[in-house]
């Protein structure tokens, strides 16, 4: 495609339940970012991928927050057993990787609201 | 780990030129980048400095960098309405091989 897409892009859930959001990044980039930003703040980290390395899952805030990146492709952010203060727009960003211009292309982000 | 730094808020006349700071802590950091986030959107690049420059200008923006310090501004020149935005300053971390985002610094133009 010619951006990064994500969806849904409106989430509405009930606390408690298990959420999944997806993230198509722009074909052949290898790195692929998962941010979260709450009403009015800036961009707080969640994970990072990058080819085949291990992720960087050093900004999750819990254990119920995971994410996977299938094929070095499509990624999949889980938030387990969601809680109010989960509710922000989650961005995800893809980038062509580590040499050169390292600039990361954003989507427009899933909204979600956990009542 | 890697941080930086960046004031939250700049409030400016329309017409004056804007200056917005960020600090960051990885001397290694290779491209710098500025991103922009307008209200209800997502946020689009901006401009860029490769570390190995100490200026860059482009229509009304300048970017200095000063690598000693680790510190990064971006300018615009006469700021309009329509710059009402939020600007992020996003180092390239050699270190931790990966962009590192500022909270962001919300600029507000008034008449």
């Known amino acids: 495609g010619a951006g990064v897409s994500q969806s849904p892009s409106n989430k509405v859930t009930e606390k408690g339940k298990d959420v999944e959001l997806r993230c198509d990044p722009i074909?052949?980039?290898?790195?692929l970012y998962w941010y979260r930003q709450s009403l009015g703040q800036g961009l707080e980290f969640l994970i990072y991928?990058?080819?085949?390395?291990?992720?960087?899952k050093s900004g999750l805030p819990s254990d119920r927050f995971s994410a996977e990146r299938t094929g070095g492709s499509v990624s999949t952010l889980t938030i387990q057993r969601t809680q109010q203060e989960d509710s922000a727009v989650y961005l995800c960003?893809?980038?062509?990787?580590?040499?050169?211009?390292?600039?990361?292309?954003f989507g427009q982000g899933t909204r979600l609201t956990v009542v | 780990g890697e941080d930086v730094e960046q004031s939250l808020f700049l409030s400016v006349r329309e017409g004056d030129s804007s200056v917005i700071n960020c600090t960051y802590t990885?001397?290694?950091?290779?491209?710098l980048y500025w991103y922009k986030q307008e209200p209800g959107a997502g946020l689009q690049l901006l401009t860029y400095?490769?570390?190995?420059?100490d200026m860059k200008q482009d229509q009304r923006l300048t970017v200095l960098l000063n690598k000693k310090d680790k510190h990064l501004s971006l300018r615009i020149a006469d700021t309009q309405t329509g710059d009402s935005a939020i600007y992020f300053c996003?180092?390239?971390?050699?270190?931790?091989?990966?962009?590192?985002f500022g909270a962001g610094t919300r600029l507000a133009v008034h008449p």
């Open positions: 400095i490769f570390s190995n420059m």
């Open positions: 991928f990058q080819g085949n390395s291990a992720p960087d």
């Open positions: 990885d001397s290694s950091s290779t491209y």
């Open positions: 996003a180092p390239f971390s050699g270190g931790y091989n990966k962009l590192i």
């Open positions: 074909s052949g980039h290898t790195a």
């Open positions: 960003a893809s980038s062509p990787g580590t040499g050169g211009v390292t600039e990361a292309f």
